[in-house]
């Protein structure tokens, strides 16, 4: 998670959009070459405000029900959503969190501050134990952010041994004698978060020389293989990169990438929810500015690394507002409307398209913070509500290590005032988003995000190597492009069955409704 960071404002004037126009699009069947990791639709769970207490844990004595101590709630959505990857525990809080206060008996456990979110006082009774067991009930994989800003090689070369050690070794005993007997499947380990800022205030010259001794020191034990993971760029900031590309090489597996849809980190985020057209135009603009950083950090790794040996991981994205009146300062709890749904669909379309490079993508974050999947009250209640991102997630299951199709679209735009700030042709932001992938079993997936307000679009795909005769989907769209849902009202924008695709041989038209987002299987 970011802290205190300066980068560039845009400024948006005005929006308007033109008359809808047929789009088209050819999509070769036969010629996908990239899988779609499922990683790219991993999610982030950092230890701020009510995303892990009372979020994701309640503990065994609570009134809500729960299992093990884990809201079953929230655990049954998350296990419907088939989440692939689970990183924590930060975010700024990785570097200031010692694991060993989080392991054996939770009454025993030291107390800490959370110094980067309220100072809200942390009591360490979710831990190592808490978070692996859960990643293995949502059958995910963990993803463990290591402490480098505030602690020591040998501190996380401990961590690593107690988690992924089946030897007669000191920290597996340890875990052993704290009631875990085998070792748990970690694989991927971030070596320090956001080192250029709240994780060290680092140059990425000494952050380079740290990587290289932590990286010897976190060492494989047993059948297990670690993935390590470089704290990598703020959007930006292109040397970061080019830096940790030539002083640290082929000894990262991969390297971050953190890229928020926000106005600035000084003064007002914006609402939520209080928006008006110029805003939301303004935010689909900055939201798809994320692909010119992508081709920036890939051509500077291309470099060095033409084979692509080394992944770009965006393990940090989203939407980020201010928070909502009422709540508590420094928890970043926030409403999701269909605005921060489209944003989701437009960037999981974008990271399909550069899957050669990007292998994971982390949205900020999972429960209660940010862009979150899943809203829920306070500890003592039993209340949760899906909200509009999560549809979008649950909507693109199917593209989860499916076969990337490549299509030439011919796409409606809509132009921005202000535009060329985004590093756009003409200031124009396409009006239809499209993705496709096949799966195993030969079924086609294509992705239709409608970014217009006010026109439908009229979408004609040809497959190239493909007559389906059955279609199935789902849509999500609303009202008001500020709608929401909340505990009173839960499903305002929620995705419904679609069944409005006509198909004629190789020919697959689509009406797609202004702001709406359509996901169909085509067999």
Same mark, same amino acid.
């Given at each position: 998670?970011?802290?205190?960071?300066?980068?560039?404002?845009?400024?948006?004037?005005?929006?308007?959009?033109?008359?809808?126009?047929?789009?088209?699009?050819?999509?070769?069947?036969?010629?996908?070459?990239?899988?779609?990791?499922?990683?790219?639709?991993?999610?982030?769970?950092?230890?701020?405000?009510?995303?892990?207490?009372?979020?994701?844990?309640?503990?065994?004595? *609570?009134?809500?029900?729960?299992?093990?101590?884990?809201?079953?709630?929230?655990?049954?959505?998350?296990?419907?959503?088939?989440?692939?990857?689970?990183?924590?525990?930060?975010?700024?809080?990785?570097?200031? $969190?010692?694991?060993?206060?989080?392991?054996?008996?939770?009454?025993?456990?030291?107390?800490?501050?959370?110094?980067?979110?309220?100072?809200?006082?942390?009591?360490?009774?979710?831990?190592?134990?808490?978070?692996?067991?859960?990643? &293995?009930?949502?059958?995910?994989?963990?993803?463990?952010?290591?402490?480098?800003? *505030?602690?020591?090689?040998?501190?996380?070369?401990?961590?690593?041994?107690?988690?992924?050690?089946?030897?007669?070794?000191?920290?597996?005993?340890?875990?052993?004698?704290?009631?875990?007997?085998?070792?748990?499947?970690?694989?991927?380990?971030?070596?320090?978060?956001?080192?250029?800022?709240?994780?060290?205030?680092?140059?990425? &010259?000494?952050?380079?020389?740290?990587?290289?001794?932590? *990286?010897?020191?976190?060492?494989?034990?047993?059948?297990?293989?670690? $993935? #390590?993971?470089?704290?990598?760029?703020?959007?930006?900031? $292109?040397?970061?990169?080019?830096?940790?590309?030539?002083?640290?090489?082929?000894?990262?597996?991969?390297?971050?990438?953190?890229?928020?849809?926000?106005?600035?980190?000084?003064?007002?985020?914006?609402? *939520?929810?209080?928006?008006?057209?110029? &805003?939301?135009?303004?935010?689909?603009?900055?939201?798809?500015?994320?692909?010119?950083?992508?081709? #920036?950090?890939?051509? +500077?790794?291309?470099?060095?690394?033409?084979?692509?040996?080394?992944?770009?991981?965006?393990?940090?994205?989203?939407?980020?507002?201010?928070? &909502?009146?009422?709540?508590?300062?420094?928890?970043?709890?926030?409403?999701?409307? /269909?605005?921060?749904?489209?944003?989701?669909?437009?960037?999981?379309?974008?990271?399909?398209?550069?899957?050669?490079?990007?292998?994971?993508?982390?949205?900020?974050? +999972?429960?209660?913070?940010?862009?979150?999947?899943?809203?829920?009250?306070?500890?003592?209640?039993?209340?949760?509500?899906?909200?509009?991102?999560?549809?979008?997630?649950?909507?693109?299951?199917?593209?989860?290590?499916?076969?990337?199709?490549? /299509?030439?679209?011919?796409?409606?735009?809509?132009?921005?005032?202000?535009?060329? /700030?985004?590093? /756009?042709?003409?200031?124009?932001?396409?009006?239809?988003?499209?993705?496709?992938? #096949? #799966?195993?079993?030969?079924?086609?997936?294509?992705?239709?995000?409608?970014?217009?307000?006010?026109?439908?679009?009229?979408?004609?795909?040809?497959?190239?190597?493909?007559?389906?005769?059955?279609?199935?989907?789902?849509?999500?769209?609303?009202?008001?492009?500020?709608?929401?849902?909340?505990?009173?009202?839960?499903?305002?924008?929620?995705?419904?069955?679609?069944?409005?695709?006509?198909?004629?041989?190789?020919?697959?038209?689509?009406?797609?409704?202004?702001?709406?987002?359509?996901?169909?299987?085509?067999?």
């Amino acid at each position: 998670m970011k802290n205190l960071i300066t980068t560039v404002l845009f400024s948006v004037s005005a929006a308007m959009s033109v008359a809808a126009q047929d789009v088209t699009a050819t999509i070769q069947v036969n010629q996908g070459t990239s899988i779609i990791p499922r990683e790219i639709y991993g999610q982030f769970a950092e230890h701020l405000g009510s995303c892990i207490y009372g979020g994701l844990w309640v503990g065994p004595n *609570s009134n809500v029900p729960n299992t093990q101590g884990y809201r079953n709630d929230v655990l049954k959505a998350l296990q419907d959503l088939k989440v692939p990857v689970l990183r924590w525990p930060g975010g700024c809080f990785a570097d200031e $969190y010692h694991w060993m206060d989080g392991i054996g008996p939770r009454s025993q456990r030291p107390k800490m501050q959370n110094n980067n979110w309220g100072g809200t006082i942390e009591d360490n009774s979710f831990g190592t134990h808490e978070f692996l067991n859960l990643c &293995e009930l949502l059958g995910a994989e963990p993803y463990i952010s290591g402490n480098v800003g *505030s602690g020591t090689v040998e501190e996380l070369a401990k961590w690593v041994e107690y988690m992924t050690s089946d030897g007669d070794t000191p920290m597996a005993n340890l875990r052993r004698k704290n009631g875990r007997d085998k070792s748990w499947n970690v694989r991927y380990l971030g070596v320090g978060n956001e080192s250029w800022g709240c994780g060290g205030n680092m140059r990425p &010259e000494y952050y380079a020389d740290l990587y290289r001794r932590y *990286s010897v020191y976190c060492r494989n034990y047993d059948n297990h293989r670690l $993935y #390590k993971i470089a704290s990598g760029a703020s959007d930006y900031d $292109y040397n970061w990169t080019k830096v940790l590309m030539n002083n640290v090489g082929d000894r990262m597996n991969g390297v971050s990438l953190h890229y928020y849809t926000v106005k600035g980190w000084g003064g007002s985020k914006g609402s *939520s929810t209080a928006f008006d057209n110029q &805003e939301y135009y303004w935010t689909i603009g900055k939201c798809l500015q994320i692909e010119d950083v992508i081709n #920036k950090h890939c051509a +500077i790794m291309n470099q060095t690394d033409p084979k692509k040996k080394i992944d770009l991981l965006v393990d940090e994205w989203g939407t980020w507002w201010d928070e &909502e009146p009422g709540s508590i300062r420094g928890h970043l709890y926030q409403q999701n409307t /269909m605005r921060d749904a489209m944003v989701a669909a437009l960037s999981l379309n974008v990271f399909q398209r550069h899957t050669d490079r990007v292998k994971m993508a982390n949205i900020a974050q +999972i429960v209660n913070v940010l862009q979150s999947m899943i809203l829920t009250d306070t500890i003592g209640s039993g209340h949760m509500v899906l909200t509009p991102t999560y549809h979008v997630f649950s909507m693109y299951k199917d593209f989860q290590n499916a076969t990337y199709l490549p /299509m030439n679209v011919k796409t409606d735009s809509i132009s921005v005032e202000g535009g060329h /700030m985004y590093k /756009m042709e003409d200031g124009k932001i396409p009006a239809v988003s499209i993705s496709s992938a #096949k #799966k195993q079993d030969g079924t086609i997936v294509i992705s239709l995000a409608n970014t217009s307000l006010d026109q439908k679009q009229s979408v004609e795909l040809t497959l190239d190597g493909a007559q389906p005769k059955k279609a199935t989907g789902r849509i999500l769209t609303c009202k008001n492009i500020t709608d929401y849902n909340d505990f009173q009202h839960p499903d305002v924008v929620s995705a419904v069955d679609f069944k409005d695709t006509k198909i004629k041989k190789n020919i697959v038209k689509i009406e797609v409704p202004a702001k709406s987002i359509i996901v169909v299987n085509l067999k």
